[in-house]
């Protein structure tokens, strides 16, 4: 997932929409990948930044692998899917002195092309201390955090859906807090609908992907797409592995009808 500017603190005054059509107007200037900004939110940290895949290997049913997602893929020719959905347990993660981040979401294309339309949350490791937010995302601009709270252990359901008109609706919801976060945005450019996905994720910083915070286990569970449940799909599970040292860094275990566990396994 891009650049974090940790010393940066960008104070948020205004309220987000519970239902937006929105233009990233503001990111066009900026850098649209591999950037981060740490946005103190309500006492909150949240971080922008982009999720899309790096180093995919043997993209097959039994192991694929990349460098920063983790979790399943539900593969398939173009206009294949149209929603995508699943809840999870908001994961603590354990800090030490290194930065480090990690997201948790799900989304549509991304696997097999360059779009991405997704929502999810957040789990990092900055200055030694933890920050959870939540946020969406429309590849290439990077992510637009919400203004909520977000805690160890929340329950999160998040989806994203083709309206059919170009447009994406991605919709949080964490259920211990009481929010719901809903915005409405056109696809990605080249959007296929050829791929669905719920993954566990550690982001790239400054053209590289960081340490991946020990989160312990994320549990994924009622899984779907187009109403299906991802175990029905023969979907593709995708450990993230570190392609220089070989290293391991999380992997899924075996899916359920739609609950499945991704479990941290190193950093890098």
Known sequence: MPQRASAC????AATIAVTALTTPAALAAAPTTHR???????????????HDLQGLSDPTKTNATSGNWSGYVATGSSGTYKSVASSWIQPAVKCDSHDSYSSYWVGLDGYQNKALEQTGTEADCIGGKAHYGAWWEVIPAAESPYSVTVAPGDHLTASVKDNGDGTFTMTLSDSTQGWTRTTTHAGSAGYQDSSAEVIAEATTANGSIASLPDFGSVDFSDSQANGTTFGSLSPTPLTMQNHGSGDVMAK????????????????S
């Open 252 to 267: 899924p275990g075996a899916i359920s009808g739609g609950d499945f566990a991704v479990t941290w396994e190193s950093s």
């Open 36 to 50: 981060v900004l740490e946005a103190r939110i309500n006492g909150t940290a949240a971080s922008r930044q982009s």
């Open 9 to 12: 603190l960008l104070t948020v």
